[in-house]
């Protein structure tokens, strides 16, 4: 990026984006386990609204209200935290929300372009699920992050057709499914690719951190190939 970002995990698909003079959740605040995955727990939940990476957000915001993404109750803490904080997510919850609806829904957040677009979520059964993927432009750069959207999805090829995108952050079956590969390597081409969404090591039953580690491990044409696997990690994008 132009202007240098930071990216933090909070824990599964939660991120603080951090520019010099910019802060953004996304997916950050969640505190019910699902299976497979993990969760803030309360230490982390303390920790979150403790960490400098976290510190003063512009923008909350939720890619889709799946329990591993959202939690209403950690929204309404942030919220008093940071009352200037502008909060937007695809359900309704206050008047004063920006509601995420339609195909696109667009946002200027201090000088930069924040663009959310309606994607379909992974999965047959979350086919109707309200879900928005957000592409961040800072002067002249793009930083994608598809949240849970399916690998190889039609609406990201049409969304993304003919633009150069700098950084995409992806949850890790875009790597370890051949059809995610295939497109993040032969149409996307983003520079760099940010890995997410897998579990921390105590809750990993089946093996994903080991496969997304292979699966990079084997990625080529990409500046940089990084994962995101640790609670509160921070890498430069």
């Not at 512009?58 to 209403?72: A, E, K």
């Not at 370890?176 to 295939?182: E, S």
């Not at 491990?217 to 696997?229: E, K, N, P, R, W």
Request: proline fraction near 7%.
């Amino acid at each position: 990026m132009i202007c240098p970002w930071t990216a933090t995990l909070s824990v599964n698909a939660g991120l603080a984006l951090r520019s010099e003079d910019l802060c953004v959740w996304i997916d950050a605040l969640h505190d019910e386990k699902v299976p497979d995955f993990s969760t803030m727990t309360p230490e982390r939940q303390e920790a979150l609204f403790a960490s400098p990476a976290f510190r003063d957000p512009d923008l909350i915001c939720f890619t889709h209200c799946h329990p591993d993404h959202y939690s209403r109750t950690l929204c309404a803490r942030a919220e008093r935290t940071y009352p200037d904080a502008r909060v937007a997510l695809p359900e309704p919850w206050r008047p004063e929300q920006i509601r995420l609806s339609g195909t696109e829904t667009l946002l200027t957040v201090k000088g930069r372009l924040f663009c959310f677009r309606r994607l379909t979520h992974e999965g047959e059964q979350y086919a109707l699920v309200p879900h928005y993927g957000l592409m961040i432009e800072d002067e002249g750069d793009r930083l994608l992050v598809l949240g849970d959207c399916a690998p190889q999805s039609p609406e990201v090829r049409e969304w993304t057709a003919g633009l150069q995108i700098d950084t995409a952050v992806v949850t890790f079956p875009w790597i370890t499914l051949p059809r995610g590969r295939a497109f993040l390597t032969g149409e996307l081409r983003p520079r760099q690719l940010v890995v997410y969404h897998l579990p921390l090591a105590e809750d990993d039953v089946y093996g994903y951190r080991k496969a997304a580690r292979k699966a990079a491990d084997a990625l080529t044409g990409f500046d940089s190939v990084q994962l995101l696997t640790e609670a509160f990690q921070t890498i430069e994008l």
